[in-house]
């Protein structure tokens, strides 16, 4: 059908033009893609293909919000997920698969229907759903993105990827850590997460 197929029953895309809808992040006025959009406007994939989670991401996800909800104080932090979006510049944002932030900044900055612009105390990501065909390969869009987050004000940025299962721990002015799923890794006010070992317990159904 090529690049004037339907998206959904109102909507064509025009020849030449991607929808704002398949923009996954926005870096200084620079749209960052979902990953294989443009199979999306040649009509090989849907635009749901495109911005879902795998199985795996979305069981690890679960596994590490039910840890956090179970243990992290509610009074001092508000755990934010499902592609929380984090603006910190003009035409500039980000999304993120589990944000923690201190609540008393965030409720000071108000709650809307906008993106937030308090920086987040932590941030978690699972992996990615960015086109990374202008970044050549993952690292550099993870180094990106991690360094951005940094610059804003994020305190800690930890990664995990499932295709080598490392995380990588980020913390400004301070070396960055890759290592293995099994490490202890702390998130916040010494609450300290070992992935590996909860998922092999989720896995045996505890």
Do not use: C, H
């Amino acid at each position: 059908m090529g690049t004037s197929q339907i998206i959904d029953k109102n909507k064509k895309i025009k020849k030449g033009k991607v929808p704002k809808e398949l923009i996954y992040e926005m870096r200084y006025g620079k749209p960052i893609y979902y990953r294989d959009y443009d199979k999306v406007l040649e009509g090989e994939k849907t635009m749901e293909e495109v911005m879902g989670s795998s199985k795996l991401q979305v069981f690890i996800i679960s596994v590490i919000l039910d840890f956090l909800f179970k243990t992290l104080n509610s009074k001092n932090y508000i755990i934010a997920t499902n592609e929380a979006g984090f603006q910190w510049a003009p035409r500039t944002w980000r999304n993120l698969d589990i944000a923690i932030f201190d609540r008393k900044k965030l409720l000071e900055e108000g709650i809307n229907n906008k993106y937030a612009k308090t920086p987040p105390e932590i941030v978690i990501e699972i992996d990615t759903k960015a086109d990374l065909k202008k970044y050549g390969d993952f690292m550099n869009y993870q180094r990106e993105k991690t360094q951005d987050l940094l610059d804003a004000g994020v305190k800690k940025v930890i990664w995990y990827t499932t295709f080598d299962k490392k995380v990588m721990l980020a913390e400004k002015d301070k070396p960055w850590i890759i290592t293995d799923w099994n490490y202890e890794v702390e998130i916040v006010d010494n609450l300290k997460l070992n992935l590996g070992e909860i998922l092999i317990k989720e896995l045996k159904g505890k």
